[in-house]
């Protein structure tokens, strides 16, 4: 029988979550937008959540639940409800954490996973986006050519987050110099040795979230950098998992808006008659909970086949994909029903319209 419904667990969870969103995330979300900073505290705070080693073996430091998609879906649209800036850094760990856990060698899990375990925020990241209008994920211009037993990585990553204070970074880079090959990854630590952080970068929308462009000029690493060693891994996973937690993440901004646009189209008066009444506002409202529906079926379809160990590329694509176009339209269509008090900050629909505009155009801000 097919359910659509969580678990009793996971509905636990999700609803654990939905508070901590309430609470700690959307009280802070302007502040935080404003400023260009992420607090400390807050880091620490989503920290204590175990969003990142609650699904890390007991063996090596972590509280071993099993790895699942579907309850990190769910635990991302609650977060990103909150604000999709914030919910970023919350699980920006995971993001190369997740990856060793599931791909990794076992001399890597030793290496790294324990640095996830400890009191206090740690942070890896993922580097997949490339500063070209042709990026395409699985044929990156980044390149890794052999060198001996090790590799040479050469190329250049945008919008890395949390670039700033992360100690290693998942690098996505072809093998080889020929443009049909396909990209492997690599563990490169900050303090490699033609590794380059820029400034942070100004960006329209995520704006709590620090990201940075990474260059790597001819990094040299060893053969135990390749994630998974000699045998590599499988990136279409980290790459599916990547799209479908993007896809996440916009579900739960969709929901956001849709949650505050209805009480204010029923509450804004006029010519006597609320807003909520008029015929092309009823129909903005309604089609803004079917796409968010629509999105979140896709989403965790996705999540099952991740789960299953099912080959999700399509899945996955549709999911991102889908939610891109539907959630800017949802975001746009708020910033309609509040009129001119959608483009002023005491609201949040213009805040959500950037964030929304900048979801819709990346890769490797979220995993599941």
Same mark, same amino acid.
């Given at each position: 029988?097919?359910?659509?419904?969580?678990?009793?667990?996971?509905?636990?969870?999700?609803?654990?979550?939905?508070?901590?969103?309430?609470?700690?995330?959307?009280?802070?979300?302007?502040?935080?937008?404003?400023?260009?900073?992420?607090?400390?505290?807050?880091?620490?705070?989503?920290?204590?959540?175990?969003?990142?080693?609650?699904?890390?073996?007991?063996?090596?430091?972590?509280?071993?639940?099993?790895?699942?998609?579907?309850?990190?879906?769910?635990?991302?649209?609650?977060?990103?409800?909150?604000?999709?800036?914030?919910?970023?850094?919350?699980?920006?760990?995971?993001?190369?954490?997740? *990856?060793?856990?599931? !791909?990794?060698? #076992?001399?890597? %899990?030793?290496?790294? $996973?324990?640095?996830?375990? &400890?009191? +206090?925020?740690?942070?890896?990241?993922?580097?997949?986006?490339?500063?070209?209008?042709?990026?395409?994920?699985?044929?990156?211009?980044?390149?890794?050519?052999?060198?001996?037993?090790?590799?040479?990585?050469?190329?250049?990553?945008?919008?890395?987050?949390?670039?700033?204070?992360?100690?290693?970074?998942?690098?996505?880079?072809?093998?080889?110099?020929?443009?049909?090959?396909?990209?492997?990854?690599?563990?490169?630590?900050?303090? *490699?040795?033609?590794? !380059?952080?820029? #400034?942070?970068? %100004?960006?329209?929308? $995520?704006?709590?979230?620090? &990201?940075? +462009?990474?260059?790597?000029?001819?990094?040299?690493?060893?053969?135990?950098?390749?994630?998974?060693?000699?045998?590599?891994?499988?990136?279409?996973?980290?790459?599916?998992?990547?799209?479908?937690?993007?896809?996440?993440?916009?579900?739960?901004?969709?929901?956001?808006?849709?949650?505050?646009?209805?009480?204010?189209?029923?509450?804004?008066?006029?010519?006597?008659?609320?807003?909520?009444?008029?015929?092309?506002?009823?129909?903005?409202?309604?089609?803004?909970?079917?796409?968010?529906?629509?999105?979140?079926?896709?989403?965790?379809?996705?999540?099952?086949?991740?789960?299953?160990?099912?080959?999700?590329?399509?899945?996955?694509?549709?999911?991102?994909?889908?939610?891109?176009?539907?959630?800017?339209?949802?975001?746009?269509?708020?910033?309609?029903?509040?009129?001119?008090?959608?483009?002023?900050?005491?609201?949040?629909?213009?805040?959500?319209?950037?964030?929304?505009?900048?979801?819709?155009?990346?890769?490797?801000?979220?995993?599941?």
């Amino acid at each position: 029988m097919i359910s659509f419904a969580p678990s009793e667990e996971q509905e636990i969870v999700r609803s654990a979550m939905r508070e901590f969103a309430e609470s700690a995330i959307r009280s802070v979300a302007r502040e935080c937008d404003e400023a260009s900073s992420l607090p400390d505290d807050f880091l620490n705070t989503a920290w204590e959540l175990g969003l990142t080693t609650t699904q890390i073996p007991s063996e090596y430091g972590g509280e071993g639940e099993a790895r699942s998609p579907i309850t990190n879906v769910l635990i991302l649209e609650e977060l990103a409800f909150g604000d999709a800036a914030l919910a970023a850094a919350a699980v920006c760990p995971s993001l190369f954490a997740n *990856a060793i856990v599931d !791909q990794g060698s #076992e001399e890597q %899990k030793r290496a790294y $996973l324990p640095l996830f375990t &400890t009191p +206090t925020y740690h942070v890896g990241s993922l580097a997949i986006v490339e500063p070209d209008p042709a990026f395409d994920a699985f044929f990156p211009r980044c390149t890794a050519e052999p060198k001996g037993e090790g590799f040479v990585v050469s190329g250049r990553k945008s919008f890395v987050p949390l670039a700033d204070r992360a100690s290693h970074f998942l690098v996505l880079a072809r093998v080889g110099n020929g443009a049909g090959n396909g990209p492997d990854a690599f563990i490169v630590p900050r303090d *490699a040795k033609g590794l !380059q952080i820029g #400034e942070t970068e %100004k960006n329209l929308g $995520l704006r709590a979230l620090p &990201t940075a +462009t990474v260059d790597f000029e001819r990094v040299e690493l060893g053969p135990e950098a390749r994630l998974g060693g000699e045998a590599g891994c499988d990136v279409r996973r980290i790459i599916n998992g990547s799209r479908t937690a993007l896809a996440a993440a916009m579900v739960g901004l969709s929901r956001a808006v849709m949650e505050y646009a209805i009480p204010y189209a029923q509450d804004r008066v006029a010519f006597g008659e609320a807003i909520a009444q008029k015929q092309a506002i009823a129909f903005m409202l309604a089609d803004m909970r079917i796409e968010t529906d629509c999105m979140r079926w896709l989403v965790w379809r996705a999540a099952s086949q991740l789960e299953r160990g099912a080959d999700a590329t399509a899945a996955a694509h549709q999911a991102r994909a889908y939610a891109a176009r539907r959630a800017m339209k949802i975001a746009d269509d708020g910033v309609q029903v509040l009129g001119g008090h959608g483009y002023i900050r005491e609201h949040p629909v213009e805040l959500w319209y950037r964030n929304a505009r900048m979801l819709g155009v990346l890769e490797g801000m979220f995993t599941c």
